[in-house]
């Protein structure tokens, strides 16, 4: 069954501090993997994609790993701001047809 | 603003009554699908068009959902005789086969059931 598990579920820090949310998934046939930032009552946002050929993707303060042997993936945020409060959702495509496989993502709360 | 819109973003209703959402995707994008979300959890497939042919429906899809897109451009989803179990987030995305898979959501059109 294509799964997409995260952790953990919801994570508070300080602003100003680092984090990394994990992402594992069991999905068949691998096409590519991204993160999602997803604001409470909003649609998400795409923050990342990596096919299976890469390891790192940077965007801004968002870094995300990919590990394809393991299937796992982290994304980190560095240097976290009050904006980045929000939902955050691994989604792995699979096959050609575009389905995307939710995680049921983690709940990060920047404090100031 | 992703270019993806769906009417309206919110809409209560009475249990056993029919709703209708409507998504307008990016004009170029043929390909347009469906999910639903409740609190607390990532979005679930619910069904995919690719221009108006209707490719895909989940299992969650039941009989009294429906979904259209007749001329390939904006979508519709119906849900008739409206349970307090619909109550949730819908959200619409499109894309190009050829953009990498990038699927781009709208705001969502959020359900509540009374």
């Known amino acids: ?112 | 603003d992703t270019g993806v819109s769906q009417d309206p973003r919110h809409k209560i209703t009475k249990r056993g009554q029919n709703v209708t959402f409507r998504c307008d995707p990016i004009s170029e994008h043929n390909r347009l699908y469906w999910y639903r979300q409740t609190l607390g959890q990532g979005p679930e497939f619910l069904t995919y068009f690719q221009n108006e042919a209707q490719l895909e429906k989940s299992r969650l899809l039941s009989d009294r959902f429906s979904a259209e897109r007749p001329k390939g451009s904006f979508s519709t989803l119906e849900i008739q005789r409206t349970e307090q179990g619909d109550s949730a987030m819908y959200l619409c995305a499109s894309r190009l086969p050829s953009a990498g898979n990038e699927q781009f959501f709208g705001p969502g059109t959020r359900l509540t059931v009374l």
């Open chain 1, 1 to 112: 069954k294509n799964q997409v598990e995260q952790s953990p579920q919801s994570l508070i820090i300080l602003e100003g501090k680092n984090c990394t949310l994990q992402c594992n998934y069991t999905v068949s046939p691998f096409s590519n993997l991204r993160w999602y930032k997803q604001d409470t009552g909003r649609g998400p946002v795409s923050l990342t994609i990596m096919t299976f050929s890469e390891n790192t993707k940077s965007n801004g303060r968002y870094t995300a790993t990919l590990d394809a042997d393991t299937k796992q993936s982290s994304l980190h945020i560095t240097a976290s701001q009050l904006s980045d409060s929000a939902s955050y959702i691994c989604v792995v495509s699979a096959g050609n047809t575009g389905k995307l496989i939710f995680g049921q993502g983690t709940t990060l709360q920047v404090k100031p």
